[in-house]
């Protein structure tokens, strides 16, 4: 079994580490965080990610899997290292902040006096990755022996581990093809389960990761024009969607109307990618990503409007807000759109009465003026309003005739549309949907 090293750990960078050594490879995971090495030391996974928390104990009581903040563990005990820290966008433009990836290289170039692979999956802009197989040659001991190879990433948060332990493919762009089969015997659980192996260059491997995410980007905003035309005309933007999704060259998944995408991946990537086209002189042929964008932003602003036609005025009114994280299954907050348009409803005087099933102490740690409810049926009470805006399953489940008695109105708005219409019409309630008129004429 190989001697790995992972280097980052936040999600991709714990998630990796955990299930590679549960595949039973020596793994020892990099942080210049003291604070969360210290905790993850001890099987504290500090978000939320279903399986993770036991995976990560049961590989810690194996031994394959420890935690340092010391590069010279790294260089000295492990053979491939996997380059996880993040790229998020930053401050002052919509390009990647390189910053952390500069600082990793730079620290970890040096220490290099043995032949290794470094293996990059941190989601860069096309060209990186070339940049950082010359830095290591210039800038280590080991000159050309040390190797890069790219291995973009593609798990969702939520189901973090199933996907890396059963990825859908595994991308390398290398520069010596031998790499290839030091990276097939790491993988080789994911390759035995038949995942596709695809062996490109550095550039292609790159862009295959913002590929993939514009085109997702893409499928959600184009369902969602859909939606708002879909109310203008009375037509359903689900059925469209099945409809649509019958085509199998379309496809139904990530045709699911609604608020629209969030989280620490999408936006950024798609303005990242647009950033570094315009710097390749393709500013045209990718402006339509800022369109993405800008139709994704539009989702947020909507569902303002539709509280305030709703309410008539928002200020004053009591609003309960179902769901913070920006998807269900994670504690992730950054750039949720559910957060975004509660912040929108305070800041426009009303109350606000937050649930989330795991993402409140997130909430609570950002001193936002919200108030956060951890019991959810008392987040109902007195509500002029209730906006369904992450779609956890438990809301699904909500018994709306019990909740009823708690409300001021029963009146809902299902920002994710897959509430069930004719419950909560039973219940007496009066339920509205993004594209799915019928109930809009109600408001
Ligand atoms: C995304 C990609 O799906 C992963 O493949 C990729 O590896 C990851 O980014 C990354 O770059 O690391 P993730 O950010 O976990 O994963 O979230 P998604 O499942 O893609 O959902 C993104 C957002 O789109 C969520 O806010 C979700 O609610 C929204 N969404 C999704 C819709 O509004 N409609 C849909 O039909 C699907």
């Not at 290292?81 to 401050?91: D, I, K, N």
Request: glycine share 8%; net charge negative; hydrophobic share 45%.
């Amino acid at each position: 079994m190989a001697r790995l090293s992972v280097i980052g750990t936040g999600y991709l960078g714990v998630t990796h580490a955990a299930c590679m050594a549960s595949l039973g490879h020596s793994v020892v995971a990099l942080d210049i965080d003291e604070v969360k090495i210290a905790a993850l030391s001890v099987g504290t996974v500090p978000f939320h990610e279903p399986e993770l928390p036991e995976l990560l104990q049961a590989s810690i009581a194996s031994g394959n899997l420890a935690f340092t903040s010391s590069w010279s563990d790294v260089a000295v005990g492990a053979d491939v290292h996997f380059l996880c820290v993040g790229t998020p966008q930053s401050a002052g433009s919509d390009a990647a902040d390189m910053g952390q990836i500069r600082a990793a290289v730079a620290t970890l170039a040096p220490l290099l006096s043995k032949p290794c692979i470094v293996v990059g999956k941190s989601t860069v802009p096309v060209g990186t990755a070339q940049w950082i197989a010359d830095y290591f040659e210039a800038n280590s001991p080991a000159g050309k022996d040390v190797h890069l190879v790219w291995n973009p990433e593609f798990l969702r948060e939520g189901f973090a581990v199933k996907d890396t332990l059963y990825p859908d493919r595994i991308v390398l762009g290398v520069s010596h093809s031998s790499d290839v089969e030091v990276l097939r015997e790491v993988y080789a659980s994911a390759l035995k389960n038949d995942a596709p192996l695809i062996s490109t260059d550095y550039a292609t491997a790159e862009l295959v990761k913002v590929a993939a995410n514009a085109f997702l980007a893409t499928k959600i905003s184009f369902i969602n024009a859909f939606a708002d035309l879909a109310d203008k005309v009375g037509a359903d933007v689900g059925t469209l969607a099945d409809a649509i999704g019958h085509d199998s060259r379309i496809g139904r998944r990530f045709l699911n109307a609604g608020i629209g995408f969030g989280g620490g991946c999408l936006p950024k990537d798609i303005r990242a990618l647009q950033a570094r086209a315009n710097e390749l002189g393709l500013g045209e042929q990718f402006e339509f990503l800022k369109n993405v964008d800008s139709v994704n932003k539009s989702r947020r602003a909507r569902m303002v409007e539709l509280a305030r036609e709703a309410l008539g005025s928002i200020d004053g009114k009591t609003i309960t807000i179902l769901g913070a994280a920006f998807k269900p299954d994670s504690d992730d907050i950054r750039d949720s759109p559910a957060l975004d348009i509660a912040l929108a409803l305070a800041n426009s005087g009303a109350a606000v009465q937050l649930h989330d099933p795991v993402a409140l102490p997130q909430v609570r740690a950002r001193n936002l003026p919200v108030t956060a409810i951890d019991d959810v049926s008392e987040a109902f009470a007195n509500a002029d309003l209730v906006l369904h805006l992450t779609e956890w399953k438990n809301y699904r489940d909500l018994n709306p005739a019990t909740l009823g008695e708690k409300v001021s109105c029963k009146r809902i708005i299902d920002g994710r549309n897959v509430l069930d219409r004719e419950v909560w019409s039973n219940a007496g309630w009066h339920i509205t949907y993004l594209g799915k008129p019928g109930s809009l004429a109600a408001l």
